[in-house]
């Protein structure tokens, strides 16, 4: 776990970016879409995006509590399964599973809940 925090950092830099250019793409396409399509899209972006400031916030503590690092590890994992299904789902990607993209969502509210409970652990220095 020697580079966690920049493997981590890393992959939220990336979110951002993939959040931004998504966003743009979507404006180019959302003629061709139907409404369901266009919302699943609307979703994962947004998820993106928020999740992407979360783990920046908590990724500048770089002596954070295990239960950070499990919640930012939750928070990583959500949001491939989660994002990705969407994405495949409505652009035809390969991969696609849909039953993936609620096994997302629980894993990002598990890790919500991980952060939760690492406020109230002990600091161990």
Known sequence: ??????????LTALYGAAAVG????????????????FGRLISAISML???ALALLTVGRNSAAAKLQKLAVLCW????????WTLFAGVL????YYSALAPLGGQILIIGWLLLALSAWQKDVK
Do not use: D, R, V
């Not at 998504?22 to 409404?35: G, P």
């Not at 035809?92 to 991969?95: G, K, N």
């Open 22 to 37: 998504l966003a743009a793409a979507l404006m180019h396409l959302w003629a061709a879409l139907e409404h369901k399509e």
């Open 92 to 95: 035809t990607l390969p991969l």
């Open 49 to 51: 995006a928020f999740h």
């Open 1 to 10: 776990m020697k580079y966690f925090w920049q493997i981590s950092n890393s």
């Open 76 to 83: 990583h994992i959500g949001l491939w399964l989660f994002c």
